[in-house]
């Protein structure tokens, strides 16, 4: 069995299918675990939401900042219109199937025998691999309850700023989401720069990269993780960044998690078109 980890698919379905053939996957037998953002902007969205339900317990999902966007607008009656990529999952005649299965997907994967952790975004510089479990787990508990509508309706915002213990409610469970799904700059207390999406050295003074917070204690689980796509890819402080850009014309990437080599494999494959102008 080989286990493999993929970046943000954003809808490529191409590039999807040809990085499957490309690492040999056998549904029968290997297993895929997806960093987040399986929709949006790259058109097929729809079909990818499809393809990756139909590997049943061969695929692992930890949500992004696009899927709970796409959540947001199926259960939240947003105002406005609704983008054409989303109205096609809204309209189809499984969607309601296929909204129901990515709600109940997860903020956080661990594998401890791998020694591997997966969020789409990035982790709080002061949160150790349990702590990080413990809050994912509150806020997939509140999607799959009943109070899921109020949850998705207000779960975007910038405030407050940066997790604290004694957060309590929506506030709370928006700190959370905000790290696992929207982190890429934060300070020394963990307050995030939500404005600052370049590579590292782009970001206002006093911030720096999730991973790269001095004083931070380093985890022994390795982290895989998408979302910040002008990162590229990354591998450094034990983290393996894997968001390449697909959806801008880069690369879909899978990185292979059971490899017993110092540094596990990798797998690319160019993207067939570059469907957006700038990275996000």
């Known amino acids: ?9 954003q809808g490529c379905d191409e590039e999807l299918q040809e ?3 490309a690492i040999a996957f056998d549904p029968g ?5 997806f960093c987040g953002d399986l929709v949006n902007r790259g058109g097929r969205s729809l079909e990818v939401l499809r393809r990756v339900r139909a590997l049943g317990e061969r695929a692992i999902v930890t949500l992004g900042n696009h899927d709970l966007s796409l959540l947001a ?5 947003p105002r406005g219109r609704v983008r054409e990529e989303f109205a096609r999952i809204l309209h189809a005649e499984d969607g309601p199937q296929l909204l129901e299965w990515l709600r109940t ?8 025998e791998l020694g591997w952790l997966m969020v789409h975004a990035g982790l709080d510089p002061r949160w150790s691999v349990e702590k990080t479990l413990a809050l994912a787990g509150e806020v997939e508990r509140a999607l799959a309850g009943p109070r899921q509508r109020e949850l998705l309706s207000r779960m975007f915002g910038d405030k407050p700023a940066a997790f604290q213990d004694g957060l309590k409610g929506i506030a709370r469970l928006r700190a959370i989401i905000n790290v696992l799904t929207r982190l890429r700059y934060c300070d020394e207390r963990g307050r995030i720069d939500f404005k600052s999406k370049g590579a590292p050295g782009s970001q206002k003074p006093g911030y720096y990269p999730w991973f790269a917070v001095p004083g931070t204690k380093r985890r022994e689980t390795r982290i895989v993780c998408g979302h910040w796509s002008t990162l590229g890819l990354f591998i450094g402080c034990g983290v393996f960044g894997i968001d390449t850009g697909c959806v801008w014309g880069g690369h879909l990437t899978a990185l292979r998690l059971d490899d017993p080599a110092p540094l596990p ?3 690319s494959v160019p993207a067939h078109r570059e469907r957006c102008p700038a990275g996000d």
């Open 1 to 9: 069995m080989a286990v493999w980890a993929i970046g943000d698919v």
């Open 265 to 267: 494999r990798i797998v």
């Open 73 to 77: 607008v199926a259960y939240s009656r």
């Open 19 to 21: 990085l499957l053939a």
């Open 29 to 33: 037998r290997d297993q895929l675990w």
């Open 105 to 112: 997907r997860k903020l956080a994967h661990h594998d401890p």
